[in-house]
């Protein structure tokens, strides 16, 4: 069965940081694409970054780009987000997401882990 | 990138069908087959529906399916079931920029 569970969640102040990570289990992480999507409360989903199987390519939308680094261990099978210089619109509940096998769509979600950013 | 456009809400009795549509622009939507809907009950993670346009992930039911003409894409869901009841948001990957766009999603309500 295939899982993503988020973690590192919690409240954080404007200007500050948080690392978000992503346990995967049940399929071949090493072999598979992943992204970070993220759902501000009572709103809809928001794609915010990329990253592919060797962790070599990575893209951001617009509004994270420059603040937040989208990473991967895939040795401890494991996905990351470092969120830097954080502002009360980065708060949302942040979905770690597989990009499925025939790419552009996204296979599997995880349940997500709450970021709170205020003073 | 804005949000591609979908109709807030969209409802029908049990039995019937209900369509969605998500418009985005020739950069998204229209200029790729790489239109994605997931389907979000409260509370829980969104769920993988339609890809491709209209290709179905196993274990999807045939009640759901989807189209495309131009820059609006569609999902019809046949056969209205109570489990049916959720937010369905579409997806384009916009390759110009080699980005991802969400809909702003679209509550479904049985009646």
């Known amino acids: 069965e295939v899982k993503l569970v988020e973690s590192g969640g919690g409240l954080a102040q404007p200007g500050g940081s948080l690392r978000l990570s992503c346990a995967a289990s049940?399929?071949?992480?090493?072999?598979?694409?992943f992204h970070w999507v993220r759902q501000a409360p009572g709103r809809g989903l928001e794609w915010i970054a990329y990253?592919?199987?060797?962790?070599?390519?990575?893209y951001y939308s617009d509004s994270v780009k420059g603040r937040f680094t989208i990473s991967r261990d895939n040795a401890k099978i494991s996905l990351y987000l470092q969120m830097n210089s954080l502002r009360a619109e980065d708060t949302a509940v942040y979905h770690c997401?597989?990009?499925?096998?025939?790419?552009?769509?996204?296979?599997?979600w995880g349940l997500g882990t709450l970021v709170t950013v205020s003073s | 990138q804005s949000a591609l456009t979908q109709p807030p809400s969209a409802s029908g009795s049990p039995g019937q069908s209900v369509t969605i549509s998500c418009t985005g622009t020739s950069s998204d939507v229209g200029g790729y087959n790489y239109v994605s809907w997931y389907q979000q009950h409260p509370g829980k993670a969104p769920k993988l529906m339609i890809y491709?346009?209209?290709k179905r992930p196993s274990g999807v039911p045939d009640r759901f399916s989807g189209s495309k003409s131009g820059n609006t894409a569609s999902l019809t869901v046949s056969g209205l079931q109570a489990e049916d009841e959720a937010d369905y948001y579409c997806s384009s990957f916009t390759g110009t920029t080699l980005k991802y766009v969400f809909g702003t999603g679209t509550r479904v309500t049985v009646l």
């Open positions: 990253i592919s199987s060797s962790g070599n390519t990575i």
């Open positions: 049940g399929f071949t992480f090493s072999s598979c694409k």
């Open positions: 997401v597989r990009e499925g096998a025939d790419d552009y769509n996204f296979d599997y």
């Open positions: 491709e346009v209209n």
